[in-house]
Structure formats: structure tokens, C-alpha cells
């Protein structure tokens, strides 16, 4: 008769995804974690007031990403104000009604096309090749799927026109973000994405 060895459980780590059996590995705001991985994933829970995904992601919350809509605003304010010189001859126009009270009513149609297509393109190309706008990116933010993958242009221009509905809504698909434990806004759920810090993307 051959001893019989106990069967231990074996656990995944969900931040380095290696086998452990289940005595070297703890559990921590619900994930498994080895003891190699603990304290990177302690410090990275502490500083994320618990918003921390089983991949590590940190998810980025309602007032940064406000701050990255504000530079982006901001870019695409100083854009269209060289626009409308371009157009009316005064930096600036589209914020003087006397101006562009005063224009031609083709080349104001012309500057709300315009200017709605530089942000669109903005926000879109922006997502789809370097998954941020710049706003995101000087605030170390990245767009991803919840799968992790980067967006398709599909997704993209979904989450665009999604993003109008979120501030259509007296900002409520925005203001969503803060309340979530991914930080969701409506434009995410919908979408499944994620805005998380680029440097907690492994
Ligand atoms: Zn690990």
C-alpha cells in the first residue's frame, strides 16, 4: 500500500497568472495573490482607494479624466479659434456673436462643420492609434477594452457620440464614473471600456 499524498488545491496569482498551491498564496481585496507579487499589489490597492482590477489595472476616476477633458478642450478651443481666423479673419470668432453675426451664412455652416469634424477626428484617431487624446495622455490615462485590448474604429466612434449622451444628460453618464468600482462612465459601460492609469497596463 502506496501512501496517499494529499491533494493540495492549486490557485492561479491573479497578478502574475503563475500555479501556487493554495498555502503559498493570500487573499486580498478578493484576488489571490502570491507572496513575489503582494506587495506591489498591496501598495497598488492603497493608492486606489480599492479601485484596482484582478489584471492591477487602476482605473482612472471622475476628476482626472475631468482634468483631461479640460486640456482637450482646451487644444481643441485653440484650434478652432485659428480656424475661425482662418474663416472670418479674427482669432477667436466663434466666441464674438457680433463677429459671426456679421458672417456670410455659408462660411458659418462651413466653421460648424469643420469644427465639429476636427473634433470628432480629434477624439477619434487620437483613441484609435495611441488610445488616448492628449489630454488622457498627459494625465498617464489609456482607453482599453475590459479585455484589455486596444479599440477598434468602431468602438471608437461609438464611444465619441456615446460620450454626447453621457453629457447630454446633465453630465450624469459622466458623473456614473465616480460611483463605479471600475469607474464607468455610460460611454464605457456601453462601449465595455476602461480608462486606466497607462502605467498599471502590464
Ligand atoms: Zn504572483
Same mark, same amino acid.
Given at each position: 500500500?502506496?501512501?496517499?499524498?494529499?491533494?493540495?488545491?492549486?490557485?492561479?496569482?491573479?497578478?502574475?497568472?503563475?500555479?501556487?498551491?493554495?498555502?503559498?498564496?493570500?487573499?486580498?481585496? #478578493?484576488?489571490?495573490?502570491?507572496?513575489?507579487?503582494?506587495?506591489?499589489?498591496?501598495?497598488?490597492?492603497?493608492?486606489?482607494? #480599492? &479601485?484596482?482590477?484582478?489584471?492591477?489595472?487602476?482605473?482612472?476616476?471622475?476628476?482626472?479624466?475631468?482634468?483631461? !477633458?479640460?486640456?482637450?478642450?482646451?487644444?481643441? #478651443?485653440?484650434?478652432?479659434?485659428?480656424? &475661425?481666423? &482662418?474663416?472670418? #479673419?479674427?482669432?477667436?470668432?466663434?466666441?464674438?456673436?457680433?463677429?459671426? !453675426?456679421?458672417?456670410?451664412?455659408?462660411?458659418?455652416?462651413?466653421?460648424?462643420?469643420?469644427?465639429?469634424?476636427?473634433?470628432?477626428?480629434?477624439?477619434?484617431?487620437?483613441?484609435?492609434?495611441?488610445?488616448?487624446?492628449?489630454?488622457?495622455?498627459?494625465?498617464?490615462?489609456?482607453?482599453?477594452?475590459?479585455?484589455?485590448?486596444?479599440?477598434?474604429?468602431?468602438?471608437?466612434?461609438? !464611444?465619441?457620440?456615446?460620450?454626447?449622451?453621457?453629457?447630454?444628460?446633465?453630465?450624469?453618464?459622466?458623473?456614473?464614473?465616480?460611483?463605479?468600482?471600475?469607474?464607468?462612465?455610460?460611454?464605457? !459601460?456601453?462601449?465595455?471600456?476602461?480608462?486606466?492609469?497607462?502605467?498599471?497596463?502590464?
Amino acid at each position: 500500500m502506496s501512501e496517499q499524498t494529499p491533494v493540495q488545491t492549486v490557485l492561479a496569482c491573479s497578478q502574475c497568472r503563475r500555479p501556487f498551491p493554495q498555502s503559498d498564496v493570500v487573499q486580498i481585496a #478578493g484576488n489571490w495573490v502570491c507572496a513575489g507579487c503582494k506587495p506591489g499589489y498591496l501598495s497598488r490597492v492603497m493608492a486606489s482607494g #480599492g &479601485a484596482t482590477s484582478a489584471q492591477g489595472w487602476h482605473y482612472g476616476g471622475f476628476w482626472i479624466r475631468f482634468g483631461a !477633458r479640460m486640456i482637450d478642450g482646451f487644444l481643441l #478651443g485653440i484650434v478652432q479659434a485659428s480656424l &475661425a481666423l &482662418a474663416l472670418f #479673419g479674427t482669432f477667436g470668432a466663434q466666441f464674438m456673436p457680433n463677429v459671426i !453675426r456679421s458672417e456670410p451664412q455659408g462660411l458659418r455652416v462651413s466653421f460648424q462643420i469643420l469644427s465639429y469634424g476636427i473634433g470628432f477626428l480629434y477624439e477619434v484617431l487620437f483613441l484609435h492609434y495611441r488610445g488616448a487624446t492628449l489630454g488622457k495622455m498627459a494625465v498617464g490615462l489609456q482607453v482599453v477594452r475590459s479585455n484589455g485590448e486596444s479599440l477598434g474604429w468602431g468602438v471608437c466612434v461609438a !464611444r465619441y457620440f456615446m460620450s454626447f449622451v453621457s453629457a447630454l444628460i446633465l453630465l450624469i453618464g459622466y458623473i456614473m464614473a465616480g460611483f463605479d468600482s471600475e469607474k464607468r462612465a455610460l460611454h464605457d !459601460r456601453v462601449c465595455d471600456t476602461r480608462v486606466v492609469y497607462k502605467q498599471s497596463l502590464a
